[in-house]
Nanobody, 123 residues
Framework: VQLQASGGGLVQAGGPLRLSCVASVRTFGLYNVGWFRQAPGKAREFVAAIRRSDDRTYYADSVKGRLSIPRDNAESTVYLQMNSLKPEDTAVYYC?????????????????WGQGTLVTVSS
């Protein structure tokens, strides 16, 4: 499985941005999908995930209420819709896919990773 993340760019604080993660397989709906981010000088951290079994979604506390993770299985795409962006959201964002039965919150729950897309939020 190959994942292509896109949609990053420069945005002003308070603005929206939508990231896309497109998979190379038509069965993308069978995968858990997560978004992670890595800010300069910091470790990569969990942002959001959608579980394959029931489409339940999970969010880091820092993004709850501002981000959502809709998926379009027909297009083999998962999005990260980001609203009310803050300068501290500046990071490289990665999408990941996996088959974990119970976990979607950690990097080890995922088998495949995209290349990352840079989001810069100006104040």
């Amino acid at each position: 499985v190959q994942l292509q993340a896109s949609g990053g760019g420069l945005v002003q604080a308070g603005g929206p941005l939508r990231l896309s993660c497109v998979a190379s397989v038509r069965t993308f709906g069978l995968y858990n999908v997560g978004w992670f981010r890595q800010a300069p000088g910091k470790a990569r951290e969990f942002v959001a995930a959608i579980r394959r079994s029931d489409d339940r979604t999970y969010y880091a506390d820092s993004v709850k209420g501002r981000l959502s993770i809709p998926r379009d299985n027909a297009e083999s795409t998962v999005y990260l819709q980001m609203n009310s962006l803050k300068p501290e959201d500046t990071a490289v964002y990665y999408c990941a896919a996996g088959f974990a039965v119970s976990g979607v919150l950690t990097e080890t729950d995922y088998n495949y990773w995209g290349q990352g897309t840079l989001v810069t939020v100006s104040s």
